[in-house]
């Protein structure tokens, strides 16, 4: 039985990874900060699946949140085989107005735990010769996005980051991989502050999103983007300057939130 270690487990993709698991036998341990939504998950699960689910309810963004994770699961004798990086969060507005302590933890949650937990997990998978990491990333990261700035840099880190270290560890049986969601259909949007005018069309599922993970894994990819029009998208956007991109962008949204401009 191999255990999968899913952050941000009480809602969207990382929710849809924790059933999916669940449904091919893999323990689990639930991680976000909601306990009760975690809670009840895990109940689920357990009745659903022949499985052990054991749920961590914490601030991930908390002081030494990511060694108190990792202690916790070297106490309870859990070896991780699978750490779904999943939590993360994002803004959008004129960077230089939005607040600057949600900008920092954006940062902190979404490239410093992420290197944190699997800076912690991957010594551990090196020693089994085995192991799954799989860094949910976006194509938002694939350019520079005006009124989105902070986020999508942050998912740049975690795209690069994450190719790097699947070679790294390609010879100790270990597979990493960015998964590159386009917009999803989750909370993900009204956590941001993203309001539905700016229009969802042609939005995956998160359960799409992580039949797209199961799919990779076995593969050698090290970025793997989720759904066919995303794909399409951001091959298109490699053949574009950033410049071009970020004027298209910022014209784009400018009026909605400079208003003064
Ligand atoms: N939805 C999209 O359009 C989209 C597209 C591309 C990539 N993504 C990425 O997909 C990942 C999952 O997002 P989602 O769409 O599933 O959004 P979501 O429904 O808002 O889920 C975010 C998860 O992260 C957890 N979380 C947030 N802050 C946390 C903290 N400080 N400590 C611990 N857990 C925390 C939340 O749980 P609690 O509130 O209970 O802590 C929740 O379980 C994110 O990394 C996001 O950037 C999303």
Redesign the pocket.
Known sequence: MTTALI????????EAFARRLAEDGHDLVL????EE?LRELRDELQAEHNITAHYIA????GFEADKQLFDETEKNGIEVDWLIN?????SMGDFATLDLERELGMID??ISVLVALTHRYIGKMRERKSGTIIN?????GFQPIPFMATYAAT?AFVTLFSEAIAEENRPYGIQVFALC????K????A?AGIDASMGFKGQET?DDVVETAMRAVGSKRAKIISGWTNWVVATGVNFLPNSLITRVMGKGLRGKFQKDQ
């Open positions: 952050t941000g487990a009480s809602g969207g993709i990382g991680v976000a900060r909601s939504k914490v601030d991930l963004t999943n939590a993360g969060f994002g949650l979404n949910v990333s976006s194509t938002a998912k969601p386009g917009s999803t989750t909370d993900f949007h956590a998160a």
